[in-house]
């Protein structure tokens, strides 16, 4: 008799029209897919119609369902009681939460947690990690202090409370704000230039870089000020990023991902342009057994479930962790096509087992991504089909004044070295050179012998 499994993924956040994206393989065929590749489960997906990564929607309408799993599409206003009595009227043998991204507050986790929660209650299997690991994941002082309290390497940081940084600004009688003497002073003792940021933002919106105390003071005490904030030291080092996979104590860590940008900025944007991203990284200066073990400990002290993200740091030999984000995220198609397996049977095989032992590195294979703007619909759909392609994501944004850009999010992969990648990306340059810059090609093969 077939299990019956049900996804799911809340939001809290409505899907703009004026931001759309045409995915290459379109996301039905990778359900359809799985589907077919697991034939004992009967699956249910339990979502809203802005679930930009699950479902093929274009101006806010579904475009193309799935048909061979079963589609719940929940009201676009439902929350965290909607979800718990649909789920629960499937009566399914496990639930298992897919956590996506959100703008803003990066909060979606703490919803899908929380139904988790109630549907345990009720006496449904779960596959989600716990509530508070939601609130230590969505608040990064929060993280900061796990990670400081269990011993991992974080950056210097301070806390600055909004409101209390702010307390008495207009009570006549107030002689001065003795936490905002307290916050300035320990700002002051950081190592400069610091990373100013908000403490629930995602997709490292909002960041501010300033290179002195008094540049920090200045916007501290600005109207520009408007949450609470964490005022960091600026590690100097090479940026990466990895996932995490599994849950209940079976976790595979893919080793490093490199992340870097053509511009040289001081912060790599996750969303820009320029920003490249290949990996797997195992060789012997990345420190990669000590890197798998150390997030291991980590995924178990967190009690981590499905798919997790973290941006990491390499300096001078040591691995600091930047932040957690416990949902999918911009490595997730890349870290699954390093796995050779679709992102959504990452979340599917917690419960039915895996089909390969992702710890051990030899299932693993080199993939990049960059990104593209240009092209056609026909061309990028072509482009998909190339040997060495995985998939093509094509984001369309209408800019507050109207007007219109878009680009392309590409991920090469299977390759067994990287040169073998280069090589790939070279002969995709040549064939769709008005679409793929020689820049790209010549930052990678630059950045090839450093490794």
Not at 195 to 208: D, E, L, P, R, Y
């Amino acid at each position: 008799m077939k299990k019956r499994v049900v996804l799911y993924s809340s939001n809290s956040k409505r899907r703009s029209k004026d931001s759309n994206c045409v995915v290459f393989p379109k996301w039905n065929a990778l359900w359809d897919k799985l589907a077919e590749e697991y034939p004992a489960c009967d699956i249910y997906l339990v979502v809203q119609l802005n679930g930009r990564y699950y479902l093929d929607i274009y101006d806010g309408e579904l475009i193309s369902p799935p048909d061979r799993i079963h589609l719940e599409i929940l009201d676009m206003e439902a929350g965290l009681e909607e979800f718990v009595e649909r789920i629960t009227e499937l009566k399914p043998d496990v639930a298992i939460a897919m956590p996506g991204p959100v703008s803003g507050m990066d909060w979606n986790g703490l919803r899908d947690a929380s139904i988790a929660e109630e549907l345990k209650c009720r006496g449904i299997e779960t596959i989600c990690y716990p509530l508070r690991t939601a609130e230590i994941c969505f608040d990064k002082w929060l993280t900061h202090q796990f990670l400081e309290e269990h011993g991992f390497n974080v950056a210097k940081a301070v806390y600055v409370h909004h409101e209390l940084f702010f307390a008495g600004k207009n009570d006549p009688y107030s002689t001065g704000n003795v936490y905002q003497e307290m916050v300035l002073q320990k700002v002051k003792r950081l190592p400069f230039p610091v990373i100013i940021k908000g403490t629930t933002g995602s997709a490292s919106s909002g960041i501010v870089v300033s290179a002195s105390f008094e540049d920090a003071k200045t916007y501290l005490l600005s109207e520009n000020n408007k949450e609470d904030l964490i005022v960091e030291e600026m590690l100097k080092g090479q940026e990466y990023g990895t996932e995490i996979h599994g849950c209940r104590g079976h976790y595979n860590v893919i080793p490093p991902i490199m992340k870097f940008t053509t511009d040289n900025e001081d912060v790599i944007d996750p969303l820009g342009l320029t920003t490249l991203k290949f990996g797997p990284m195992t060789g012997e200066k990345y420190h990669s057994d000590e890197f798998v073990s150390e997030l291991t400990r980590m995924a178990e002290l967190l009690d981590l479930a499905g798919n997790n993200n973290l941006d990491m740091m390499l300096c001078d030999g040591k691995w600091y962790i930047l932040e957690i984000n416990a949902r999918w995220s911009g490595v997730t198609t890349l870290t699954a096509c390093c796995e050779d397996r679709s992102p959504y049977a990452v979340y599917l095989e917690q419960y039915t087992g895996s089909k390969k032992d992702y710890t051990d590195l030899s299932n693993l294979r080199i993939a990049c991504n960059f990104k593209m703007s240009g092209g056609t619909e026909q061309m990028l759909e072509k482009l998909s089909k190339e040997d060495c392609v995985d998939s093509v994501i094509r984001y369309e944004i209408i800019r507050p004044d109207g007007t219109k850009y878009n680009f392309n999010d590409v991920i090469i992969g299977g390759f067994d070295s990287f040169g073998e990648m280069l090589k790939s990306l070279a002969r995709l340059q040549k064939a769709y050179p008005d679409e793929i810059s020689k820049d790209l090609v010549s930052a990678i093969t630059q950045k090839l012998p450093m490794l």
